[in-house]
């Protein structure tokens, strides 16, 4: 079986059913070694996207944080004046 259709085969496993099988030792060797490896990148990619989602809060929260100061000095300013 080819890396990449070893990787097809993990897709359908799933993670969890990839860690069991690794704490059982039961992928040695060089898929083991693929299973690893599958796992980091799925860890790597889901981190990528949970930064991504912090990144785009952030920015909403500085546009949200600039609308509302703009609004809340024309609000006093026509107090004021």
Do not use: F, P
Request: glycine share 4%; with cysteine; charged share 30%.
């Amino acid at each position: 079986m080819s890396d990449a259709k070893y990787r097809e085969y993990l897709e359908t496993l799933g993670e969890d059913a990839v860690r069991h099988q690794l704490a059982n030792q039961m992928l040695m060797t060089r898929r083991g070694e693929l299973a690893r490896a599958w796992l980091a990148e799925k860890a790597m990619a889901r981190e990528d996207a949970r930064d991504r989602y912090r990144l785009i809060i952030r920015i909403l929260v500085v546009v949200c944080g600039v609308a509302a100061a703009t609004k809340a000095l024309l609000i006093i300013t026509s107090w004021i004046g």
